[in-house]
């Protein structure tokens, strides 16, 4: 399997060849989110809010996993790009291995905190109840999950989405039709509660990891994976790592987020904690879908980059910004025309959800300009500038959100926290913009100058 298309075909259908299938399994990632967290309301409102209080807990486990995933991808498609075969046979390997252990630390932190965790937000003893009861089972899967994650980059990384897409769909299918099931107990499956739901993610996340497994043992991909290549060489886990971490705190930023927000809410009433969650699962589905566009972006800037073709990762850069803000269009439609239906998926009590309506319409206004720093961010991992990256999601995340969303509540109650977030994605896109045109520019000139270099050499 050659890469070569990569830097050869025009990169309109380029993109969208390597983003659809992303962007269609992402969406149906999302529609399990949010079809989960449905059936999960269905059990009680105490559940509904024990999953709202364990997000920044399995976004942390998520952040790591796939923040390392984006390091293993960004080195690989880097070293395809330059030819270096072998090269990229160790960085998969390696990544590989170290993503596993880092699920086995992550099961063992996290099942660990949890009671503690649950207890800094609530003293309702149900809450905390469904919430352990549901971690435990759920975070015992975080070496699949970081299994699954790995073979996901890899896969992406020598531009096999279809491959993605089947894995996401069937895990995200499984888990869909398993969570009625295990729920609510139908047929001779008896009735689980909250501990099916756990239950139902597990299996869908084992079935991702078992369709990866064997596709690869039946047609093995342009990335050699094997333990003559497991070498955990300084140099290769530097670069793993340089890229991984600043990808990881970017994706763990939205914990600290939510649980700094959670801490403002709940002094208000935990009407709104259970709105921030709602909100959340509901984002998932624009913001999910763009990261299908990010995911097909990463190896085509990496492997351009690698390959000099520095003209071209600016047009794909330009392409999925365009694309990404139609999802986000369309995102802040619904969101103004139809709130109080989204927020009905998640609860019946009539506060809740005018509550709710309300947050959905303020917090909407932000979404549009947001696609600048979510693809500036996207095309600064393929590059393989993890810091410049994390410092988009620290403006987004920290360093805006949580004193603007602080210092507005004060003065106009639980609706100032939703409009620090418009606030926040304003003022990021456009440091966003400005730096990732930087970073573009420095390639550029760097290119120039070896092409200086050559003529000068050459001889006469």
Known sequence: MEQTFMKEKPV???????????????????????????????ISESAMTALSLLFPVQNLINAVTIGFSIGINAVISFYLGAGKQKEADTA?????????????????????IMPGFLGMFTSDPEVISLGIRYSRIAFSFSVVIALGMAFEKIYQSVGSMSMTMASVLCGCISNIILDPVFIFGLGPVPRMGIDGAALATGIGQSIS???????????????????????????????????GIPAILSLALPSLLTSS?????????????????????????????????????????????????HRR???????????????????TILCQTVP????????????????GASALRIISAGFIISSVSVV?????????????????????????????????????????????????????????????????????????????????????
């Not at 993109?15 to 399990?32: A, C, N």
């Not at 984002?283 to 879908?289: A, D, I, K, V």
């Open 313 to 331: 990762v600016r047009s794909i850069y330009k392409v999925c910004l365009l694309l990404a803000s139609g999802i986000m269009v369309a995102g």
């Open 340 to 355: 109080h239906r989204l927020i009905g998926l998640f609860t019946t009590n009539s506060d809740t959800v005018t509550a």
């Open 209 to 243: 990891l078992v369709i990866y497994i064997t596709a690869y043992a039946i047609k093995p991909i342009h990335v050699n994976l094997a333990l003559r290549r497991l070498s955990l060489r300084k140099d290769m886990a530097a670069r793993l790592y340089s890229i």
């Open 92 to 112: 998969a390997t390696a990544g590989l291995a170290l993503n596993a252990l880092h699920g086995a630390v992550l099961t063992i932190i996290c099942i660990g």
């Open 261 to 309: 927000l959670n801490v403002i809410l709940s002094g208000f009433s935990q009407t709104y904690v259970l709105v921030l969650g709602a909100y959340y699962k509901l984002q998932t589905f624009l913001y999910l879908s763009a990261n299908g566009i990010i995911q097909g972006m990463r190896p085509l800037v990496g492997y351009n980059y690698g390959a000099g073709e």
């Open 376 to 460: 500036s961010g996207g095309a600064l991992e393929g590059l393989s500038m993890g810091l410049p990256s994390l410092i988009i999601s620290l403006l987004r995340y920290v360093v805006v959100t949580i004193p603007a969303a602080f210092a507005l509540s004060r003065f106009m109650g639980a609706s100032g926290v939703w409009h620090g977030f418009w606030v926040s994605e304003t003022v990021t896109a456009a440091i966003s913009y400005c730096l990732v045109r930087w970073k573009m520019k420095g390639g550029r000139d760097e290119r120039q100058e070896q092409r200086r270099k050559l003529t000068r050499t050459r001889p006469v």
């Open 12 to 42: 309109l259908p380029l993109v969208l060849s390597m983003s659809l299938p992303m962007i269609f399994s992402m969406m149906v990632s999302s529609l399990y989110n949010i079809i989960d967290s449905f059936f999960v309301a269905k």
